[in-house]
Structures are given as C-alpha cells and as structure tokens.
C-alpha cells in the first residue's frame, strides 16, 4: 500500500501547497521508527515521534513532536514516499509530508470541512487518491496545482486503499456493518466493481494474482469472526478465507507467502492461506500495555514492532522483537500511538 515517487516529481506539487513556516525538526538522521501517536479525537493533540535504533531514545515530545509544530487532530495513517513520510490527518481534514532524514516538516494539502481523509494513494501519473470517510468518496487531487480535481463516489465508509498497478482497491467498512470492496480502474472510474466480502473489511494488501483483505467481523459480539479473504484481480472473486480468533494487525508480502501479525502471534502463510509457521507467540513474550495499537514486520531484518497501551486516553509503548526476544524498549510514547513506518 506504500507508493513511492521521486523527489523530481514531489516538487511542483509542494509549490502549490501550503508550506507554512518549516518546523525545526529533531529526529536524527539515523535508523528508527517513527511513531503516529492519534491524540484525542477533538483535542487537536495528535503528534510525530521517532525512535532511534541506536540510542533507544525517543526524539519529539507530545505535543509538537518532531515536526516542530502541531499536527492536527487525529493522525490517522502513515507511509512513505520516496524520501519523505506522508500522514493524513483525519479530523483536520489534511495530508501532511515531513522529511523522512530529519522528522521536519515539509508541506501540506488541506481539504473541505468533513473530507476526513483516511488513507491515500499516489498512482504513477502522480494523482493522489484519498478515502474520504464522512462524504464516502475517494477525493482526486493534482500534483501540479495541490488542489482537489474531482472524486469517486464509494460505498459508505471507505478505509483502507491498495492499489496494484492498474486498479484502486477500497474496503468499504460501513462503521462495523458494512461488507464491499471496491475496485476501481484508474483509467476508467465508470468500470468500478463492488465485490462482498464478510463482514467490516479494513486492511487490504497486493499480493501477486489480486489482493489480501482483512474483515474485522461483527466487533459487537464476543467472537467477531474475523476472516482473511483473496481477491483474485482477473474475475473480482473471492477464492480463499482463512478465520482468525484474535484481531490481525498487518500482512506483509515475503517472497513464499506472507507475514501476519495478530493479537496473538506473528504467523507465517502460504500464498493460498494456510499457516506454515509461527514466527513469535506473544504469551511466551508479553507486550506492555494491554491494548495492541499497531504492528509492523520488516521481513529483511525478521523484526516486528509494535505499539501498545493501557487505555486511549492515556500514552502508549513501543516494543521491537526478533525471533521472539525483545530488542527494543519498551519506550512511553504520546497518546494513542497509532500507524508506524520503519526508517533502515
């Protein structure tokens, strides 16, 4: 789900944005974590941490972080782009670029009143495409002008965005109830497909022949029943499921299958869904905090990182793991530490 673009393409797309005065970054140049740490919904107290591998210390305090300056309210989701980290910040309705080398701010794009962006996408002719949760749309803007150019009506409540090279996938949660994946051709939006899925589709990864999706299930009931589901990219058809008892965090492609990480376990899986192998059992190595916020697997290093906390309302951990052992922290973060993205 992650895009790259070169730094050439970046810039006439900043010119039009809203620089702002750059923050005085703090977070050193070398390999981390940085940490999205969500806030309080309405409290305009999201913020951006970094971890440093080498010293274990944490870089940016809780309210302007590294970037040197507020956030917004509720920073949902975090990717990379090419040298640069891009976050959406939902309630703020706007995505923001900050250096990946120093944690400084860099430019932003602000949308309307309730286009709560989610998640986005840049494709390879340089549009973004942004989920937009409360108008249940997917928002186009233009790297040239920094402006929104149009949109894509959706099923309610769009997510999470993969896109495979042709096609945009959304998962359409409907706030818990909602059951559709939407495909959409980047070249034609008139081809758009919904394809039913079960139950509160949210995480979508590519993998070769379509994409990985994970339903939460009904997260009313004791047991959700959440479920993994293919799609496969040349018929829209689901063709394989594999049910979960405990929630899945992340799916990460390796090169025989992939990783995915619950609650409960790191577990490796077939390309056809069917577990080989379990790569770290939490209750042989328990977590901080009682609530799992995020995980990320970096398969080329066999480390998983993860962040924790005892309530929402108050700050949260972050923890690395190799082969079962940890290797980093546990360190305090801000409240809610949310989406992380890994920094080699």
Not at 76 to 92: D, K, P
Not at 213 to 234: A, E, F, T
Request: hydrophobic letters at 35%; charged letters at 20%.
């Amino acid at each position: 789900m992650k895009s790259v673009l070169s730094l050439i393409i970046l810039i006439p797309f900043f010119a039009g944005c809203d620089s702002g005065n750059p923050g005085s970054g703090s977070a050193p140049d070398e390999p981390g974590v940085f940490i999205l740490n969500e806030g309080l919904w309405g409290q305009n107290n999201s913020s951006l941490q970094f971890f440093s591998v080498k010293t274990g210390q944490i870089s940016g305090d809780t309210e302007t972080g590294v970037l040197g300056r507020l956030l917004g309210d509720t920073g949902n989701s975090m990717l990379q782009e090419g040298a640069l980290g891009r976050i959406s910040v939902t309630s703020s309705n706007k995505l923001v670029w900050f250096s990946l080398k120093d944690g400084s701010f860099v430019s932003e794009l602000a949308f309307g009143t309730d286009s709560s962006p989610r998640e986005s996408v840049r494709l390879p002719d340089g549009r973004l495409m942004i989920s937009s949760y409360y108008t249940h749309r997917i928002l186009i803007a233009d790297p040239a002008t920094g402006k929104q150019t149009g949109s894509v009506p959706v099923n309610p409540y769009p997510e999470a965005l993969a896109f495979d090279g042709t096609c945009l996938w959304v998962s359409c949660n409907g706030l818990g109830a909602g059951n559709t994946v939407e495909k959409i051709p980047v070249s034609d939006f008139s081809g758009k497909v919904s394809i039913r899925v079960p139950t509160n589709p949210d995480r979508i990864s590519v993998v070769d022949d379509g994409v990985l999706v994970y339903c939460q299930g009904n997260l009313w009931q004791k047991d959700p029943g959440g479920k993994l589901v293919k799609i496969r990219s040349s018929d829209s058809r689901v063709t394989d499921s594999l049910s979960f008892s405990s929630p899945v965090r992340s799916v990460t492609a390796v090169p025989d299958g992939m990783v995915v990480t619950t609650d409960a376990a790191v577990l490796k899986i077939s390309g056809s869904l069917v577990i080989s192998d379990t790569l770290f059992d939490r209750s042989k190595s328990p977590f901080k905090g009682k609530i799992i916020c995020e995980t990320v697997f970096v398969p080329e290093t066999e480390t998983l990182w993860v962040t924790t906390t005892d309530a929402y309302t108050v700050r949260g951990w972050l923890e690395g793991f190799r082969n079962g052992l940890r290797i980093a922290g546990p360190v305090q973060t801000g409240l809610n530490p949310g989406s992380l993205l890994v920094k080699p």
